[in-house]
């Protein structure tokens, strides 16, 4: 700890150190395998269970916390933490509860996703399930933290108490993928997926993609936006993603209009703080092609493009300034 300018600021890596043999987290979501017998398991309709009292020691899953608080505490790399950051950081809560929340936010922890149905998923009783429903993609919400082994994360200790061989055997299997536990929102149950293989955001939202914003004219119409091109997303509770997305230099971030309501309670209860500071926009994605492929058909929804994303942006630029005014 040193003085500079009347103000005591704390070294981030005695911080990092205090911090990582301090705290326990407890009350942490773990997936956990139901190793009972299959009748067990298809009458509580999952083999998978979550454990809503799992812990975790902070040295083993940094990747979950680390990161976020550096961003948050220590975003130049300065190498040193200052009070009034850390204080505005916890807000009324511990610092406890606040590496909790950074950890199950990281893990996207209560997010809504879209998951591909597997042959190796638990086949629910006909009178839930139709055959045909047990393939393709389906909306699931992760429901679990990961614990380091599904991070691929390998402590000291495990280091000291295994031989070579395990070592280079391990490693080599390590496919750099991580696992994360969902609950199907049509049938309840719970599985394991591949977050790179298994796991995609909600309607088909990517880098890159194009979309068109619905918005309101000052006439009271409505009107979509020229193409934009998605920079960047962050999934949110409830299904909500705050999007960037540009169209030349211009750039644009909105959130979208949750899902649904989330089927476990967030932290805290609190609301996603965005919803009071970003503009919230209905949205539709962009095909490969501004023609029809096939005629449209009666009761079908198309796109028109009217205005330009230069009145778009005025319009955004005028809601702001009535915001600030008011």
Same mark, same amino acid.
């Given at each position: 700890m040193w003085r500079s300018q009347q103000k005591y600021y704390v070294s981030w890596a005695r911080f990092v150190h205090e911090v990582e043999t301090s705290f326990i987290l407890k009350m942490i979501p773990t997936?956990?395998?139901?190793?009972?017998?299959?009748?067990?398991?298809?009458?509580?309709?999952?083999?998978?269970?979550?454990?809503?009292?799992?812990?975790?020691?902070?040295?083993?899953?940094?990747?979950?916390?680390?990161p976020a608080l550096r961003s948050a505490l220590d975003p130049l790399h300065k190498g040193y933490v200052k009070p009034e950051d850390y204080f505005g950081l916890i807000h009324e809560y511990s610092l406890s509860d606040t590496l909790r929340r950074l950890v199950l936010e990281s893990a996207g922890y209560g997010t809504l996703v879209e998951c591909e149905r597997a042959s190796g998923d638990l086949a629910l009783p006909a009178a839930?399930?139709?055959?045909?429903?047990?393939?393709?993609?389906?909306?699931?919400?992760?429901?679990?933290?990961?614990?380091?082994?599904?991070?691929?994360?390998?402590?000291?200790?495990?280091?000291?108490? !295994?031989?070579?061989? +395990? =070592?280079?055997?391990?490693?080599?299997?390590?496919? %750099? *993928?991580?696992?994360?536990?969902?609950?199907?929102?049509?049938?309840?149950?719970?599985?394991?997926?591949?977050?790179?293989?298994?796991v995609?955001?909600?309607?088909?939202? !990517?880098?890159?993609? +194009? =979309?068109?914003?619905h918005y309101e004219l000052d006439s %009271? *119409?409505?009107?979509?936006?020229?193409d934009l091109r998605i920079t960047e997303f962050k999934a949110c509770q409830g299904g909500e993603y705050i999007i960037t997305a540009c169209c030349g230099s211009t750039s644009v971030e909105f959130s979208t209009r949750p899902v649904?309501?989330?089927?476990?309670?967030?932290?805290?209860?609190?609301?996603?703080?965005?919803?009071?500071?970003?503009?919230?926009f209905d949205y539709t994605l962009l095909g490969p092609s501004k023609v029809f492929i096939h005629p449209p058909k009666v009761g079908e929804k198309v796109q028109v493009c009217t205005p330009s994303l230069e009145d778009y942006v005025k319009h955004l630029l005028k809601c702001d300034s009535h915001s600030v005014n008011g």
């Open positions: 997936g956990t395998f139901e190793t009972e017998n299959l009748d067990r398991v298809r009458l509580q309709g999952s083999r998978y269970s979550i454990n809503q009292g799992g812990i975790r020691r902070l040295s083993t899953i940094r990747p979950l916390w680390l839930i399930e139709s055959p045909s429903g047990h393939i393709g993609w389906i909306s699931a919400q992760i429901v679990a933290v990961p614990t380091p082994d599904e991070l691929g994360i390998v402590t000291v200790q495990e280091v000291m108490e !295994s031989s070579n061989d +395990a =070592l280079f055997a391990y490693f080599n299997g390590m496919a %750099g *993928d991580v696992h994360v536990y969902v609950r199907y929102l049509q049938t309840g149950q719970i599985e394991r997926k591949s977050l790179s293989k298994q995609r955001p909600v309607g088909g939202i !990517s880098v890159g993609a +194009a =979309l068109s914003i %009271g *119409d409505h009107a979509w936006s020229c649904k309501a989330s089927s476990v309670i967030m932290l805290h209860g609190k609301d996603n703080s965005s919803s009071f500071t970003i503009p919230e």
